[in-house]
């Protein structure tokens, strides 16, 4: 039986001295859906760190276009509660619908 390997997550320095992982596009892509989802249920960052107990600033960070901030599952399990999605929605890609930017 063959065994797999595990694949690791690489951390490097970036052009502006910041630790990097492998995983900085998902957390990028996972932060537009966040915003996406706050948005359509109508949320500010403020109501909804309040919602699920968090800072706004730490919401603010996770949302950020260009942040890698990286969180617990806890934190996007409650994200995804407060905002009353399942939480594979951000794991899912984006899709067009009706010639409007839409995340299924």
Not at 33 to 46: E, F, N, P, T, V
Not at 72 to 97: H, N, Q, R, W
Request: proline share 3%; no cysteine; net charge positive.
């Amino acid at each position: 039986m063959r065994k797999l390997k595990r694949p690791y997550t690489f951390m490097y320095i970036g052009v502006n001295g910041l630790m990097k992982t492998s995983y900085d596009e998902r957390y990028r892509q996972i932060a537009k859906k966040i915003a996406y989802y706050r948005m359509k249920k109508g949320l500010s960052q403020d109501e909804l760190a309040d919602k699920i107990g968090i800072s706004k600033s730490y919401l603010s960070k996770i949302e950020a276009p260009n942040s890698t901030k990286a969180y617990s599952l806890d934190v996007l399990f409650a994200i995804a509660d407060g905002l009353e999605v399942d939480v594979i929605k951000f794991f899912m890609p984006m899709e067009e619908k009706n010639n409007n930017s839409d995340i299924s």
